[in-house]
Structure formats: structure tokens, C-alpha cells
């Protein structure tokens, strides 16, 4: 039991999981590039790379990405103390390029020696279908770059042709996705020029491959022979209901002696209806003539007294009883001008402050004066 306990003690001080003693999982060298996954379309690499003594290039990153346009291989640069190391990220074969660094030989006299080997520095490897990332991550207890690599590139110049010629055929049987990233710039370049029928038809079936939602533009099939015949007896049919319905139709006499007998029943109907409803469904109809009577002749009492009660909101319409009150305010103002008091236009004149209203007081207030001299 003892026994038993110390091994298991063991193999967890060496840093290794139960799961990992029983299962075996796919190990990585470090420093290398190793294959993940390998399909035609579809390649798949990982490399854990170590952090120690990394040095940082002139734009401030850890690393840079090289990439041979004949060749189509993409490759990561690394600087560390005293050399430079290229890594070929898609041939895992190849082992790490170490090109040592001294006074002469600076970061830029490493990319002319690079260049003439035909490796140009790449910022996006989407555009070539490299899809990268890159991680800090610690692995066998060291720390690590993990770098992973998915290369879509055949796929992608694939997806570019068929683009390009409208041509769907060599896609159809492909069952692996391409990401929209790697393609999207193409189709939304290429599908502005989709001018025909058969080029819309053929952009349909790459969009769909792709996973974009468009509509197809396939035509519909023709119809059957069943439902043709369908519709050659809905026409016989109608043909049919036709001729009996010429048969049976009155002449144009007959028609309006029809009409007006149907009219008077219709009449005589409508005068039962609006005799047997009571006159509290019936709606109100606003009296015309005593608005017009309120608004032109009738006097302060008489205005005052019908707008308060209350069934003249509701006959009245908005506007109806807004220029009603504006006009009660206009005979108010008139009747205190010609009768009221000193005191009461004093009063008026501190709320409104109207001219009118002070010409009155100061001719008041002179009659006043006139008065008392006398």
C-alpha cells in the first residue's frame, strides 16, 4: 500500500496527471516545428519555442513572420543574444535556421541575406490562407511561445479561381469549410460583378459552401402534367358557370324594378333602426348656430353662463371653446375699461399691464384732480 502511495507521489511531483499516465497524448519537442493534422485541403503545425534570452525586433515584437511567394512557405524569425533563428513553419522537416549576429551583421543585413534567398516580411499571413496564433504558455515546465498554424492555402487559391471564373465545379465536392476570413475580401469583390443569370447562379453555390446566406437565382421547374390539366378544368369549369349564369339573369327592366323595390325595403329598414334607438346612443350633434350666436352677438353674462356648464366641452370642439374663452377675456377687459373703478383697473393693469388700462387710470385720475379743484 506504501509502495503504491510513493509512486503515485512520484508522478505527480513529476508534474504528469493520471489522465496522462493512462492516456497517451501527442508530445512535442521543444524548439521544433511538428505536424498536428494533415489533410489535402488542410495543414495543421505547432511549435513550443522558448522564451529564453529573446530579444525584441525594432517595431517592438517578439517575433516575425518571412514568406517565400514561389515556394509558398511562411517562416518565423526569432532573435535571441547572439543569432538570429528561422523557423519554417510550413515544412516541419526542416530543421531551425540559426544565422549568427555580430557588430556587422544587424537585423536589416539578416533580411537582405533573407531576401535574396526569396523571403520577404509578411505582417498578415491571412492573405497567403495562413491562419496563425501566437501564445505564451508554459510547456515541460519552460516557458514557451506557442505558436500554431493552420495553412488553407490550396484551399484558398481554389476558392479564388472559382471566383474568378464563376466556376463552381471544382468546390461542389470539397467538404472541408475555408474560414471568410481568408476569402471574404474575394467574394465581396466578385460579387459586385456578378452580372448574369449563370454567374449569380454559380456565386449562389460558393456562397453557400462558404456558409454566406444569399438568394439563388436558379430557375423554377416547369409545372406537371397534372397541373396543367388542373388548370385546363378550372377553365372549362368557368366557362361552364358562365353559361348558366346568362341563362338565368334578368334583363335590364326586370333589374330596376328589382333595385327600387330593394331600395325602398332597404329605407324602410334604416327608419325602424333609428326609431328603436335610444336617444342616449344617438350622438350629439354640436349646435352650429348658438356658437356662432356666442361668438359674435352674445353678451359677457350670457357667454359666462354657457361656458359653465358642462355640455359645452362636449359639444364644443377644441378650438370651438378656446376662442369662446379668448373672447369672454376680450369682453371682461372691455366692460372693466368703460364701468369699472379706479381700484378695479389698477388691479387689472398690475396683472396684465396693459396701455389700455393705463391711459384709462391716468384720465380717471385728472377727472379726479379737475373734480377736487373745483
Sequence with gaps: MLYRLLVLFIILL??????????KE?????????VV????YVKEHRAYLPRRDLYLFPNGEKYHYVYHNQKNILGLLLHRRNKFIFYNLSQPKQKPVVLNSNKKTDYTSILKLLSHQGF???????????????SLKRYKNV???LVEVKDYSKLQKLYQTALKTYNASKIQH???????????YDYQYYKKYASTKKEK????IIAKKLGYQTKSFVKKPLKSSVTKEKIVKKKNTTKHIKKILKKHTPNKKEKSHKSHVSLKKEVSKERNITQNISPSTQKKVPNEKSYFFYMRQASLEELSSYLSKPSTAQTLSY???NTLTKRKISLREEKILREGSLEELIEAYKKNKNIKYKERIMLLMKNKQTNQLD
Design 37 to 40: 493534422k494533415y489533410s489535402p
Design 319 to 321: 378650438i370651438q371653446y
Design 201 to 204: 447562379n454559380q456565386l449562389h
Design 174 to 184: 470539397i467538404n472541408t469549410k475555408l474560414p471568410k476570413k481568408l476569402i471574404n
Design 14 to 23: 513529476n508534474g504528469c496527471s493520471v489522465h496522462n499516465f493512462f492516456v
Design 143 to 145: 516557458k514557451t511561445l
Design 26 to 34: 501527442q508530445q512535442f519537442d521543444l524548439d521544433t516545428v511538428t
Design 120 to 134: 520577404k516580411t509578411m505582417q498578415s499571413p491571412e492573405n497567403k490562407g495562413f491562419l496563425t496564433s501566437v
